[in-house]
T-cell receptor, first 113, second 115 residues
Framework: AQSVTQLGSHVSVSEGALVLLRCNYS??????LFWYVQYPNQGLQLLLK??????LVKGINGFEAEFKKSETSFHLTKPSAHMSDAAEYFC???????????FGKGTTLSVSS | DSGVTQTPKHLITATGQRVTLRCSPR?????VYWYQQSLDQGLQFLIQ???????AKGNILERFSAQQFPDLHSELNLSSLELGDSALYFC??????????????FGEGSRLTVL
């Protein structure tokens, strides 16, 4: 069975600092990996995804993530945090297109000025 | 705007009651997924329908049921409601497997409060 572990339920950074949100997955097949963001009282919005090919993927709002098979990780980074990045972030895994995503428990990102 | 529409946005009801949540997927998407989001359980996959047929089941209680209609909209029925059923229920849709890259498109959710 697939699973996702997000290390740290809450991460706090200063504006302009590096953002690093950690995600490790478990999958018996080559995974499809995703990061979603959820702003208060809104649905989930896709930040970026990895399916095949280049292991460093770039997403919206300056975020990127690197797929590391040997470490079973898909950590999310952004070089410089902005106040508007404050939200909850979810990592997810699936076996293939057309199947349900399995989500981690989420990481709340706080950004202080 | 993801293109996925959910109604109602908010619903307050009492224990023991039954409610129906409705979802219209993005135009052209054949798959619909239902998720439950709560503080203690996080985002839990409930059930998936593909072109009217049940495709996969997750952690869906027997008191809950769903269906997808010929026009592809879906309904999630929650019965004999308990306080613990209070949560945000999301619907998501995706294209046919070979035509998509795996991501799901989420609606804004239906917030259910059971008193």
């Amino acid at each position: 069975a697939q699973s996702v572990t997000q290390l740290g339920s809450h991460v706090s950074v200063s504006e302009g600092a590096l953002v690093l949100l950690r995600c490790n997955y478990s999958s018996s097949v080559p995974p499809y990996l995703f990061w979603y963001v959820q702003y208060p009282n809104q649905g989930l919005q896709l930040l970026l995804k990895y399916t095949t090919g280049a292991t460093l993927v770039k997403g919206i709002n300056g975020f990127e993530a690197e797929f590391k098979k040997s470490e079973t990780s898909f950590h999310l980074t952004k070089p410089s945090a902005h106040m508007s990045d404050a939200a909850e972030y979810f990592c997810a895994v699936s076996e293939k297109a057309g199947t349900a995503l399995i989500f981690g428990k989420g990481t709340t990102l706080s950004v202080s000025s | 705007d993801s293109g996925v529409t959910q109604t109602p946005k908010h619903l307050i009801t009492a224990t023991g009651q039954r409610v129906t949540l409705r979802c219209s997927p993005r135009s052209g998407d054949l798959s619909v997924y239902w998720y439950q989001q709560s503080l203690d359980q996080g985002l839990q996959f409930l059930i998936q329908y593909y072109n009217g047929e049940e495709r996969a089941k997750g952690n869906i209680l027997e008191r809950f049921s769903a269906q997808q209609f010929p026009d592809l909209h879906s309904e999630l029925n929650l019965s004999s409601l308990e306080l613990g059923d209070s949560a945000l229920y999301f619907c998501a849709s995706s294209p046919r497997g070979s035509r998509g890259t795996g991501e799901l498109f989420f609606g804004e959710g239906s917030r259910l409060t059971v008193l």
